[in-house]
């Protein structure tokens, strides 16, 4: 019985030993996201003696199979036992991140960062770092890329000659003499700097990053593009007098670092720097900083650096603020608007708005309205409608009038423009627009202009117009669409003109949905009924198709229906028309 029981007791660790050596690699796959469930039939000793010893002697598979062993890892430490004996997954997972992919390695320093908070301060320094120094002093490398992302998590709970070490282990790994190993110690830098004591932030890693921001391999920006996320943390951490000092030269020389991508980096970041630096630097040396880069030669740095514009200004200093804006930064803005890429004009004119309330009503009438009338007009989409979008600020500073005075008459001339394309395009945005000017100055100004559209001679703009109504009627409710929608729809059911009367039709299958059954019974449903007769064929099995769209929004027991809809559809499916029977059959199923 007791050699029943040993048999037993091995039986898991034989079943994942021939599962993770067979050929299959889904089978392997599938092994090692149970491992958790084997160490639990394993027990805590056993998978500590035997499970993490096989496991890291076998560390040689596809990448798919490391990757989830090094995921299943981290969450290893009640498995093996708790905290005290944690240090034991140190092995398996010190292998994985030696591995040539990165995506192995990333998850191992991952589960490794995870299980150094659950280390004592004694076992970090008997066991993790070790393990840092030996990844760092790595033959390949694959260790040295992956010791980068280790320094942090253990550094603040160690002590003083051990700190000392690990500052001279990253030093070396800032100078190393392979690229991918200076990349990563410098996209670490800045993780590196939170942790470390500001004096020797200022003696030690200050020159690392000074180092990094000037890396000499022209070809390979990557580091010192990298080395302007840690300036975001660097400048943070120190004193004004100190970020002057020690930041900003390095800062200067990135924002006209020769890679295009690097300035990019500090475009994207200007924000994030803008707040560490301080009001006062940024009045000194970023502003002219911003307006290089408004000014940039590659379009996708102006692009990054117009998406700043409204962050950017809004956090200036309140003294300086609207002097900074209309003289230094206004004439760059002013030339983006009329910029020959469309993304950086698509980029600013999603900001420019935000200008309004920090410039008060007189300047956006003088100096932002002329922008923003020729940005309502540029021939990309993407710019007209994030000027559209965006009306609503500049309405709370200068009011429902002067807007209506200067950018309407804009829209207004664009939805009657000669070229279709350009009053489709209005057309779609015109939801947006009456939602944010409100329901009686959208009747007032606009209501017209879209029942005029459901008779343009183009169908591509009738048919936008139709489904214009329903987005407006889903805004504004029933009660409006009865008092100004429904009766100038139904009056189309008299024109002269088939396909005006066939809009009609199309409006009325769009409003039944909007409304609801009620109204479409009372005030749609007559009018369709008598276009049964219209002498169009297509008007007619329009009327057909019309009346099975409805039928789910109509009631079936509902009187009207019995007596009038059944017959008119019983007439239409006599009809000598062979589309007017077919679709008459097809609404004739509905009911």
């Not at 020797?200 to 070809?219: G, H, I, R, T």
């Not at 007559?526 to 007769?533: E, K, N, R």
């Amino acid at each position: 019985m007791a050699g029943e029981a040993g048999d037993d007791s091995l039986y898991p660790i034989a079943v994942l030993i021939d599962e993770l050596r067979n050929e299959d690699v889904q089978l392997r796959l599938n092994s090692i996201k149970k491992l958790s469930t084997i160490a639990l039939a394993l027990g805590v000793e056993r998978t500590r003696s035997e499970l993490i010893p096989f496991l890291t002697d076998t560390i040689y598979d596809e990448d798919e199979v490391l990757l989830a062993l090094a995921e299943q890892l981290g969450t290893f430490t009640p498995l093996v036992g708790g905290k005290e004996h944690v240090h034991c997954l140190l092995p398996p997972l010190e292998s994985l991140a030696t591995v040539e992919e990165t995506i192995v390695r990333d998850k191992a320093v991952e589960s490794l960062r995870t299980i150094a908070e659950q280390h004592s301060r004694e076992d970090l320094e008997a066991h993790f770092v070790p393990l840092v120094k030996r990844l760092s002093g790595g033959d390949w490398f694959t260790s040295r890329t992956s010791a980068c992302g280790l320094f942090a998590c253990c550094y603040p709970r160690v002590s003083a000659p051990v700190k000392a070490e690990l500052r001279v282990l990253f030093r070396n790994l800032c100078q190393d003499d392979t690229p991918m190993v200076r990349r990563a110690a410098s996209g670490k830098l800045g993780e590196f700097a939170k942790a470390v004591e500001v004096e020797y932030l200022k003696s030690d890693l200050v020159p690392m990053f000074v180092n990094l921001a000037q890396d000499e391999q022209v070809s390979n920006d990557s580091v010192r593009l990298l080395a302007v996320e840690a300036c975001v943390s660097i400048a943070s951490l120190l004193q004004t007098e100190d970020v002057e000092q020690l930041v900003m030269p390095t800062l200067r020389q990135c924002a006209e670092d020769k890679s295009w991508r690097v300035r990019y980096m500090v475009a994207d970041k200007f924000t994030e720097l803008q707040a560490a630096v301080g009001k006062e630097i940024t009045k000194t040396d970023l502003v002219p900083a911003f307006q290089s880069l408004l000014k940039d030669c590659e379009a996708e740095v102006r692009a990054a650096a117009a998406h700043k514009v409204k962050d950017f200004c809004l956090a200036l200093d309140k003294s300086v603020q609207e002097q900074v804006i209309m003289t230094h930064l206004l004439p760059c803005v002013k030339e983006l608007v009329t910029d020959a890429n469309q993304h950086v004009k698509s980029a600013l004119a999603s900001v420019i708005m935000g200008l309004s309330p920090i410039l008060g009503k007189t300047n956006t009438i003088e100096h932002l309205l002329p922008l923003f009338l020729s940005q309502l007009k540029d021939e990309c989409p993407e710019v007209r409608l994030n000027i559209i979008s965006n009306l609503d600020c500049v309405n709370e500073v200068i009011g429902i009038q002067q807007l209506s005075q200067s950018l309407l008459p804009a829209i207004v001339e664009l939805a009657e423009d000669t070229k279709w394309r350009v009053r489709l395009a209005i057309i779609e945005y015109m939801p947006l627009l009456a939602g944010q000017l409100g329901v009686d100055f959208f009747d007032e100004k606009l209501n017209s202009l879209c029942m005029t559209w459901l008779i343009d001679h183009v169908f591509a703009i009738r048919e936008a117009a139709t489904n214009n109504l329903k987005k407006l009627v889903e805004k504004f409710g029933t009660e409006w669409a009865q008092q100004t929608v429904i009766p100038k729809v139904v009056a189309m059911s008299r024109d002269q003109n088939y396909l005006h009367r066939m809009t009609c039709l199309f409006c009325i299958n769009v409003l039944a949905e909007a409304c609801g059954a009620d109204i479409t019974e009372r005030q749609l449903l007559p009018t369709v009924l008598t276009m049964a007769t219209d002498n169009v064929a297509n008007v007619r099995f329009n009327v057909a198709k019309t009346l099975q769209h409805i039928a789910s929004i109509l009631p079936n027991t509902t009187t009207q229906v019995q007596t009038q809809v059944r017959p008119c559809i019983e007439k239409l499916n006599n009809d000598s028309d062979f589309d007017v029977r077919y679709y008459a059959s097809e609404a004739a199923m509905a009911y």
